[in-house]
Nanobody, 126 residues
Framework: DVQLQASGGGLVQAGGSLKLSCAASGIIFDETDIGWFRQAPGKEREAVSCISNSYVTTFYADSVKGRFTISKDNAKSTVYLQMNSLKPEDTAVYYC???????????????????WGQGTLVTVSS
């Protein structure tokens, strides 16, 4: 079975940092694109970042560029999202997702991801 386990969320003050982790199992990790999405209360889920498979290309939403950094550890089948300079508007449930057939997919298209983790809550206080 494919499992994506997101962790690392919590409560942080504005300007602070958090590091999210997404541990994957049941997939060929280095052939899979992993994306992070978030859903704030009352809003639609939106794409945050993505890291491609073996070529390790990264993508970011404009709202997080320069503040968030995505990385991966193939040996641990884990993707990380380092979030710095957090703002109250970053408050959301963060989900990681796997695109096991990434060729031709658009990184921010949620329909391209076949597996989703359970989400981890990030709350940024002002």
């Amino acid at each position: 079975d494919v499992q994506l386990q997101a962790s690392g969320g919590g409560l942080v003050q504005a300007g602070g940092s958090l590091k999210l982790s997404c541990a994957a199992s049941g997939i060929i990790f280095d052939e899979t694109d992993i994306g992070w999405f978030r859903q704030a209360p009352g809003k639609e889920r939106e794409a945050v970042s993505c890291i491609s498979n073996s070529y390790v290309t990264t993508f970011y939403a404009d709202s997080v560029k320069g503040r968030f950094t995505i990385s991966k550890d193939n040996a641990k089948s884990t993707v990380y999202l380092q979030m710095n300079s957090l703002k109250p508007e970053d408050t959301a449930v963060y989900y990681c997702a796997a695109d096991t057939l990434p060729y031709g997919s658009t990184w921010y298209d949620q329909n391209g991801y076949d597996y989703w983790g359970q989400g981890t809550l990030v709350t940024v206080s002002s």
